[in-house]
């Protein structure tokens, strides 16, 4: 007989009616994946201009600026569109 287990406010609740709280593991190992990628954003900022004048968008550093802020609206308008999705989903089998 298998356990099967429910989230219940932060504590799983196991077919024998028992409640255990959550594993550290999984929730620690999502923190670090999301510093991870925030770690990821941000730098993109620090060398914008320098990547988009090292790849040809730019003629030089000088006149990379506009190059780099179209680059960083570009991630934020990425964004808009799986947002939506992702909140859908969130709504659909999110924690009720």
């Not at 989230?7 to 709280?21: D, I, M, V, Y």
Request: hydrophobic share 45%.
């Amino acid at each position: 007989m298998g356990i099967r287990s429910k989230l219940a406010g932060g504590k799983r609740e196991t077919s024998s009616g028992l409640k255990r709280p959550l594993s550290t593991k999984p929730i620690l190992s999502l923190c670090l994946c999301n510093c991870a990628h925030f770690y990821n954003i941000c730098s993109l900022f620090s060398y914008a201009g320098i990547l988009a004048a090292d790849l040809g968008w730019a003629a030089d550093r000088d006149s990379a600026g506009k190059m780099a802020g179209f680059l960083q609206s570009a991630n934020v308008l990425g964004r808009l569109p799986t947002s939506v999705v992702w909140g859908f989903f969130a709504d659909r089998f999110g924690l009720k």
